[in-house]
């Protein structure tokens, strides 16, 4: 009986062990559609969070091709696309930043950090000067940082607002309380004119949602959260970056009233290079005007 015992352990470990390793080295797409008065046509854009410096074919070139079939109307990089831990001296901050350059060649391509990037611009004295030559050669390259800043796209009434906080709201365990002040402090005010267009926020940290819908985000697209790390069945993701079990927001659609947050799983990972039950995720948002 122990004998059989310990061979269904051992094919329960290698199922599982397997499973890790699909899912750590692929992702899926996943569709989202929203309705919104406010925008002018159709706008259909693909999400991309905590690349983390992966490669899912050579220079990401199953990742790109899933993109191009797509064809949307823009890319919009919500972060954490490298990590910020160098390793002989050196960020692999290379994939991260070749896939964008690949994509800004064909795409609009808006940019928001995640702590990541706040993290190497932060510490000089670890990294010195990197995340300003970092941004400047992408900005070569045609792409929007938004770096607590806003873009409006006239043509479809949305305006992309990249919100960059600081490090405090990224801390593990405890979660730092946001003041409802801080957001017009870094972004400015959704003023009654500004209510007239679709505010589109990019917001790594999907732990404030309640904060960004009440400063007047229709749509926060959000990651940082690697869709909980280990999936389980009914009970979604077990562990955040923030060392919280059981996260209230795990990856998928969340609404509060009229206002709307999409939380991408993302497609790499670090430090615990793990992911079960939760492949990689390219998430594609479709938002039908109505005006």
């Given at each position: 009986?122990?004998?059989?015992?310990?061979?269904?352990?051992?094919?329960?470990?290698?199922?599982?062990?397997?499973?890790?390793?699909?899912?750590?080295?692929?992702?899926?797409?996943?569709?989202?559609?929203?309705?919104?008065?406010?925008?002018?046509?159709?706008?259909?854009?693909?999400?991309?969070?905590?690349?983390?410096?992966?490669?899912?074919?050579?220079?990401?070139?199953?990742?790109?091709?899933?993109?191009?079939?797509?064809?949307?109307?823009?890319?919009?990089?919500?972060?954490?696309?490298?990590t910020a831990?160098?390793?002989?001296?050196?960020?692999?901050?290379?994939?991260?930043?070749d896939l964008?350059?690949?994509?800004?060649?064909?795409?609009?391509?808006?940019?928001?950090?995640?702590?990541?990037?706040?993290?190497?611009?932060?510490?000089?004295?670890?990294?010195?000067?990197?995340?300003?030559?970092?941004?400047?050669?992408?900005?070569?390259?045609?792409?929007?940082?938004?770096?607590?800043?806003?873009?409006?796209?006239?043509?479809?009434?949305?305006?992309?607002?990249?919100?960059?906080?600081?490090?405090?709201?990224?801390?593990?365990?405890?979660?730092?309380?946001?003041?409802?002040?801080?957001?017009?402090?870094?972004?400015?005010?959704?003023?009654?004119?500004?209510?007239?267009?679709?505010?589109?926020?990019?917001?790594?940290?999907?732990?404030?949602?309640?904060?960004?819908?009440?400063?007047?985000?229709?749509?926060?697209?959000?990651?940082?959260?690697?869709?909980?790390?280990?999936?389980?069945?009914?009970?979604?993701?077990?562990?955040?970056?923030?060392?919280?079990?059981?996260?209230?927001?795990?990856?998928?659609?969340?609404?509060?009233?009229d206002k709307?947050?999409?939380?991408?799983?993302?497609?790499?990972?670090?430090?615990?290079?793990?992911?079960?039950?939760?492949?990689?995720?390219?998430?594609?948002?479709?938002?039908?005007?109505?005006?």
């Amino acid at each position: 009986m122990a004998i059989y015992l310990v061979i269904a352990l051992m094919v329960l470990i290698i199922i599982c062990v397997l499973i890790i390793y699909h899912d750590t080295h692929s992702f899926v797409v996943r569709n989202y559609e929203l309705k919104s008065d406010k925008v002018k046509g159709n706008f259909k854009f693909v999400f991309l969070s905590d690349l983390h410096g992966y490669v899912f074919g050579q220079n990401n070139e199953k990742l790109i091709a899933a993109i191009d079939e797509i064809n949307p109307d823009a890319v919009i990089c919500g972060g954490d696309m490298f990590t910020a831990h160098a390793k002989d001296g050196k960020i692999k901050f290379e994939p991260g930043f070749d896939l964008v350059k690949n994509l800004s060649g064909k795409y609009k391509v808006y940019y928001a950090n995640g702590n990541h990037e706040y993290k190497v611009k932060s510490f000089t004295k670890e990294f010195g000067n990197f995340y300003d030559r970092y941004k400047s050669r992408l900005k070569k390259e045609g792409v929007v940082f938004l770096e607590n800043d806003a873009v409006l796209l006239e043509d479809k009434n949305i305006r992309i607002t990249g919100l960059d906080l600081n490090l405090e709201y990224f801390r593990k365990v405890v979660k730092r309380k946001m003041d409802p002040s801080l957001m017009v402090r870094l972004v400015g005010n959704v003023n009654d004119k500004e209510k007239e267009k679709f505010n589109l926020l990019i917001a790594h940290n999907p732990q404030y949602f309640e904060n960004y819908a009440s400063w007047g985000a229709d749509l926060t697209m959000s990651g940082h959260v690697h869709g909980g790390i280990v999936r389980l069945p009914i009970l979604g993701g077990v562990i955040s970056p923030s060392i919280a079990l059981f996260p209230k927001y795990d990856g998928g659609l969340y609404r509060k009233s009229d206002k709307t947050m999409i939380l991408g799983r993302g497609l790499g990972t670090h430090t615990i290079h793990v992911r079960f039950f939760n492949p990689g995720e390219v998430c594609v948002v479709n938002i039908k005007g109505g005006i």
